[in-house]
């Protein structure tokens, strides 16, 4: 995939931006193993949190949003798996605008017919010959879903991927699922003690290290209105000598002071803290669901932080198979469409000339200047 992206030009680049945010950057994130299976330990199932001693971190939809910078999407618009799922196939023509003969002869089958994931090559000649440009973005943002984001089978897209890389050209949020498949992994890793993680593990590690950019104990952090996180942290040299023991010796020691509780890189706004009856955000992924309290996380947004209501957070972990699941889809849906948000807390987070020079700009957006005044 990374040759395929090197091989584009900047203008394909920038129509896949345009519409899929920073994903190709994920390609470049080199994961290191010592430090996620010490952070896997640290995780703590009953809160869907990381917990360090008296530190809790937790990925939250806006930061994962910012971290994408994910265009053309509705924030409360979620995706919600189908009571009847529509046909892999006919997804598939849809998204790669190929014949039903070119995508079931590409479809691996299984048992009675059923259909299991595409294979990668597949997708890859298809990126490489297709003759529509917009199709070979679309295919190319298919595959990172199916084998970065949501990477079930090795080198096959799983069949639950296009129905919601489908509803993304709707305005409809990745970043929801993104989560619940993420905290879902973590939960079964650490309840098992092992297990392969299914998720997106170069943003989880992206996310969890921009908590740590502190040279001299002084933040640090470049913003401009083009700026982007994933490209900064592709390009930042990290050791990747220190052991597993040695990152548990560090995770367990952390304190407080070491932590820069306010994400530098992100605009101020509304958090998403609780939905509907729901006392915290219950999140649909794509095979499953799960919830979080974001309250737990308000020291990352400089806040007092505390233990929130979580009566009935482990019930609303389960995955979509047979009939009972629907129900609590149902729910979970509507209570979407219920949204209550937090307060606005205080635009104090940069300092940066460039920071300082977008945020008036944003304020007074519908200021006139001094040459926009009465003729």
């Known amino acids: 995939m990374k040759e395929i992206w090197g091989q584009w030009d900047d203008e394909v680049k920038q129509l896949f931006y345009c519409h899929y945010g920073d994903l190709p950057y994920l390609l470049d994130v080199k994961v290191d193993e010592h430090l996620f299976r010490a952070l896997a330990q640290y995780w703590n199932s009953a809160y869907s949190c990381f917990t360090f001693g008296k530190v809790d971190l937790v990925p939250t939809i806006e930061e994962y949003t910012t971290l994408l910078r994910y265009p053309k999407i509705q924030i409360d618009r979620i ?88 509803r993304l050209g709707k305005g409809t949020t990745p970043i929801p699922a993104i989560l619940a498949e993420t905290f879902r992994s973590l939960n079964a890793c650490r309840r098992a003690g092992e297990g392969r993680f299914i998720g997106c593990v170069q943003l989880l590690l992206s996310w969890f290290h ?7 104990k002084v933040s640090y952090c470049i913003f401009s209105e083009n700026y982007s996180l994933l490209k900064e942290l592709v390009a930042t040299p990290r050791r990747d000598n220190v052991t597993e023991e040695n990152w548990m010796i560090v995770l367990q020691n952390l304190q407080e002071e070491d932590v820069e509780w306010r994400t530098p890189w992100m605009v101020p706004d509304k958090i998403l803290y609780l939905y509907g009856d729901f006392d915290w955000v219950p999140l649909l992924g794509v095979w499953g669901a799960v919830g979080y309290a974001p309250l737990l996380a ?49 635009a104090n987070p940069m300092t940066t000339p460039e920071y300082d020079r977008w945020w008036n700009q944003r304020l007074n957006d519908n200021i006139p200047t001094s040459d926009q005044g009465n003729p």
């Open 298 to 346: 308000l020291r990352q947004y400089r806040s007092r932080q505390f233990t929130p209501l979580t009566y009935g957070l482990a019930q609303y972990e389960f995955v979509f198979t047979g009939n009972n699941y629907k129900k609590k889809v149902c729910e979970i849906s509507n209570a979407w469409n219920q949204t209550r948000r937090m307060k606005k807390f205080a």
């Open 79 to 166: 995706y919600a798996r189908p009571a009847n799922v529509p046909a892999f196939s006919k997804k598939l023509m849809n998204i790669t605008g190929m014949s039903e003969q070119w995508v079931t002869t590409r479809i691996k089958q299984k048992g009675y017919g059923k259909c299991i994931p595409i294979p990668w090559r597949n997708l890859r000649e298809l990126i490489l010959v297709h003759s529509d440009v917009k199709k070979r973005v679309d295919v190319f943002a298919l595959s990172i879903y199916g084998l970065v984001i949501f990477p079930k089978a090795l080198e096959h897209v799983d069949e639950a991927v296009p129905n919601l890389f489908d």
């Open 210 to 216: 921009n908590y740590f950019w502190k040279v001299e």
